[in-house]
C-alpha cells in the first residue's frame, strides 16, 4: 500500500537551533517527494521537492531535504530555525504518471519557542 | 509559475443549499486535477481525480452524489457539495498537475455550513 508516514505529531524547537523532520515513505513505483509547509487557515506552500539526480535538495527558506531510498526516507532539515517557521509541515509522494494524486503524511505541528 | 486560482476562498451557507467551488490552472493546460479535504488539524485527504471530459474518479468513502466535480476544460474544474450539511464543513483545496510534473495547489475553500 502507498503511504507516507510523519513519525512525530508535534516537535518543539529552540529558536536558532537546528530542525529535522522525519518522513519514510511507502511507494510501488519510482516517488517523487515533496515538502509543503502550511500556517493556520493557510494553503499550502512548497518547500522543496525531489525528482530524481542529487539526493540532497534545497528548498526555500533555507530548508533541504535528503532522500535516502534504501531508508525510504525524505527527511527536512534546517541548520537554524525562526520563529516564523513554526507551522504544519506535510510531506507528500507522487509518481510520473498523469493522473497520479500526491498522497500526504499526517502532518508535523512545528513549534518555535524563544 | 504554474499558477492554480481557487475560488472562493471562504463561504458560509445554509444546511441544505449547494455550494460550487471552481478551480482554475491559469497558465498552464491541467488533464488531471485533484480535489482534497482537510479537516481542522489534520492532513490532506484525497477525495477524487478529476479527468477533462470525463467522469471523476472518487475515493473510497466519498459520496459521488453529494460531491459533483466537473472538468469540463483543460484549465477548469468544479467540486459542488450539494445538500450541504454542517459535517460539510471543512477545508476544500484543489491540485493539477503541470507538465513540469510538479503539482500546484490553490489556495483552498473554507466551507462553513450553518
Known amino acids: 500500500a502507498q503511504s507516507v508516514t510523519q513519525p512525530d505529531i508535534h516537535i518543539t524547537v529552540s529558536e536558532g537551533a537546528s530542525l529535522e523532520l522525519r518522513c519514510n515513505y511507502s511507494?510501488?513505483?519510482?516517488?517523487?517527494l515533496f515538502w509543503y509547509v502550511q500556517s493556520p487557515g493557510q494553503g499550502l506552500q512548497l518547500l522543496l521537492k525531489y525528482f530524481s539526480g542529487d539526493t540532497l535538495v534545497q528548498g526555500i527558506k533555507g530548508f533541504e531535504a535528503e532522500f535516502k531510498r534504501s531508508q525510504s526516507s525524505f527527511n527536512l532539515r534546517k541548520p537554524s530555525v525562526h520563529w516564523s517557521d513554526a507551522a504544519e509541515y506535510f510531506c507528500a509522494v507522487g509518481a510520473r504518471q498523469a493522473g497520479t494524486a500526491l498522497i500526504f503524511g499526517k502532518g508535523t505541528t512545528l513549534s518555535v519557542s524563544s | 509559475g504554474a499558477v492554480v486560482s481557487q475560488h472562493p476562498s471562504w463561504v458560509i451557507c445554509k444546511s441544505g443549499t449547494s455550494v460550487k467551488i471552481e478551480c482554475r490552472s491559469l497558465d498552464f493546460q491541467a488533464t488531471t486535477m485533484f480535489w482534497y479535504r482537510q479537516f481542522p488539524k489534520q492532513s490532506l485527504m484525497l477525495m477524487a481525480t478529476?479527468?477533462?471530459?470525463?467522469?471523476?474518479?472518487?475515493e473510497q468513502g466519498v459520496e459521488k452524489d453529494k460531491f459533483l466535480i466537473n472538468h469540463a476544460s483543460l484549465t477548469l474544474s468544479t467540486l459542488t457539495v450539494t445538500s450541504a450539511h454542517p459535517e460539510d464543513s471543512s477545508f476544500y483545496i484543489c491540485?493539477?498537475?503541470?507538465?513540469?510534473?510538479?503539482?500546484?495547489f490553490g489556495s483552498g475553500t473554507r466551507l462553513t455550513v450553518v
Open positions: 491540485s493539477a498537475k503541470g507538465t513540469d510534473d510538479g503539482y500546484t
Open positions: 478529476s479527468n477533462e471530459g470525463s467522469k471523476a474518479t472518487y
Open positions: 511507494y510501488g513505483a519510482t516517488p517523487y
